[in-house]
């Protein structure tokens, strides 16, 4: 399995004036746990790794420390998310038939979900790692009032690991490049384009890390998890 780290962010909404996953948990940049969390999983075998050049060095050396044994390239990111994994995706390996997409802010992913991920496109060409919302989720309208309270069971929150068919996601950003689309996450491109997306049960723990509460919790989880 080939899988592209999204990581050529900023760390506005962190506060941070440089990139959020380069600032440090438990000794160790955020980056550097979802990378090991990778290189623990069965069924990845090479890593591509999408960044600002500004932040290669720094990317190298998590690498270089932390001596991994899985085939890694650093890839050139863009201003945007979309625009990111776009470029990823012009980079990997020809002989890649399935990809999986894994925000490096999500550091705290479990090598299970990596594997089970990988193993359910062998029987679905799009896919997305989710679990069912636990709040009761308000549509707000312009003036600041509820417009609808939609169906909390039909709920889901997105995360990642996506996984994708190499040609098909490849196509729907093409599509969603001629077309001015823009999104936040892959799926939404397949489901502009009509193609259904399966669900994986994700994990409660697997948070995006955005800002410094997040940061806090993610410090939490880890620490009991190293007991
Ligand atoms: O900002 P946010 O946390 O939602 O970004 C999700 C992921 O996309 C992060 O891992 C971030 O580094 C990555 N990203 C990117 N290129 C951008 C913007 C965000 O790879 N231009």
Redesign the pocket.
Same mark, same amino acid.
């Given at each position: 399995m080939h899988l592209l780290i999204?990581?050529?962010?900023s760390g506005k909404r962190m506060g941070s004036s440089s990139n959020k996953?380069l600032l440090e948990i438990l000794g160790l940049p955020l980056l550097a746990w979802t990378i090991k969390a990778a290189e623990q999983s069965q069924q990845i075998e090479w890593v591509g790794i999408?960044g600002q050049a500004y932040d290669f060095d720094q990317f190298q050396n998590i690498l270089d420390n932390l001596g991994f044994s899985k085939k890694y390239q650093l890839i050139q990111?863009?201003? /945007?998310?979309q625009?990111?994994v776009y470029r990823g995706l012009q980079s990997l390996p020809s002989n890649a038939k399935h990809v999986l997409i894994h925000?490096?802010?999500r550091c705290l992913a479990t090598p299970n979900l990596f594997d089970r991920c990988s193993e359910a496109l062998a029987s679905c060409s799009a896919l997305i790692a989710a679990i069912t919302v636990k709040d009761t989720i308000k549509v707000v309208d312009a003036q600041g009032f509820i417009a609808e309270t939609p169906n909390r069971e039909q709920l889901w929150a997105a995360q990642t690991p996506q996984g994708f068919s190499v040609d098909l996601l490849k196509h729907c950003h093409d599509k969603g490049l001629a077309l001015g689309w823009e999104v /936040?996450d892959d799926a939404a491109l397949l489901e502009k384009c009509q193609i259904p997306v399966k669900i994986v049960q994700g994990e409660e723990t697997n948070l995006?890390i955005?800002t410094p509460v997040d940061l806090a919790i993610a410090q939490y989880i880890l620490s009991e998890r190293l007991g």
């Open positions: 999204p990581a050529a962010g996953l999408i990111g863009g201003k /945007t998310r625009e990111s925000d490096g802010a /936040t995006k955005t």
